[in-house]
């Protein structure tokens, strides 16, 4: 299951989606999030699956690499379907059992919202496997650069992201040696109800938090010690330019929405 997490991780790869500047991916990543979230109608749905299915063809990343990370959130999947299966009210009742009922509005909910938080994991785990940390600081910071003007932090904002994201992986693999090592001492992490999987994780927290900080205090020694200072005045070997390609993806990001918009107006079934 630690192994299964994708987030943060980098996926090289010889594509166009790869060579995209990265402030045109967190543009239409955006885009995609607010038309995600904003969708009402299988049109609209049809739509964001066709642009999706597109970007991670263009991708060349594996779908099995990028579905693999579903399986990290299949907990919250099946909490949320179950929320909103049984506590939305409806008009027409398909099942009940005492106070338990499924509404056609209910079913309608759950099947969305689970869809709705697949398909934003897939495709926000495909910015991040086609950008490098580095790329998306770079863009961060270059995207954000006007609100300095009002004295807002972008570049330890953007510093701080990167630093998260190169993180993760580091922080799933360092948990997956004390996993294996716990249980080389007797161990059980596999079997059990949920509570009793979720005491024995608490274990793992202390010197997975103690592993943490130290690497913390080392990378900050290290900033230290190399005279690292932030903001105006620092140069980067490879300045972001956009070229053909950018402005041809911010086109059809925007297009996208557009579409996805006439489609929740015109046909907004289910609701």
């Known amino acids: 299951m630690i192994r299964d997490i994708t987030i943060g991780q980098y996926y090289p790869a010889d594509s166009i989606v790869h060579k995209l500047d990265p ?55 099946l909490i949320t379907a179950v929320f909103n299966l049984f506590l939305t009210p409806g008009d027409v ?49 270059t995207a954000l650069k006007p609100l300095n003007k009002i004295h807002v932090p972008v570049h330890a904002i953007a510093m701080m992201m990167s630093i998260a994201l190169r993180f993760i992986p580091i922080l799933i693999e360092e948990t997956d040696k004390i996993m294996k090592a716990q249980m080389a001492r007797g161990a059980d992490f596999e079997h059990g109800n949920l509570i009793q999987r979720a005491k024995n994780m608490v274990p793992l927290l202390v010197p997975l938090f103690v592993s943490a900080f130290r690497r913390a205090d080392d990378l900050a020694m290290a900033m230290e010690a190399r005279c690292y200072n932030g903001g105006d005045g620092r140069t980067k070997m490879k300045p972001l330019r956009y070229g053909k390609a950018d402005y041809i993806t911010y086109g059809a990001a925007i297009v996208f929405l557009v579409l996805v918009v006439v489609a929740r107006i015109n046909f907004p079934w289910p609701q």
Request: proline share 2%; aromatic share 10%.
């Open 23 to 77: 402030r045109v991916k967190l543009f239409t990543t955006l885009i995609y999030i607010i038309a995600l979230f904003s969708f009402k109608g299988i049109l609209s749905f049809a739509i964001i699956g066709v642009f999706l299915f597109a970007a991670v063809k263009l991708s060349k990343v594996p779908f099995k690499f990028i579905v693999k990370g579903l399986k990290a959130i299949v907990m919250i999947l």
């Open 93 to 141: 009742i398909l099942w009940q059992f005492k106070s338990l009922k499924i509404t056609d509005v209910g079913l309608t909910n759950a099947v969305v919202m689970m869809s709705r938080l697949i398909l934003l994991i897939i495709g926000t785990s495909l910015m991040t496997l086609t950008t490098t940390p580095n790329q998306l600081t770079d863009g961060l910071e």
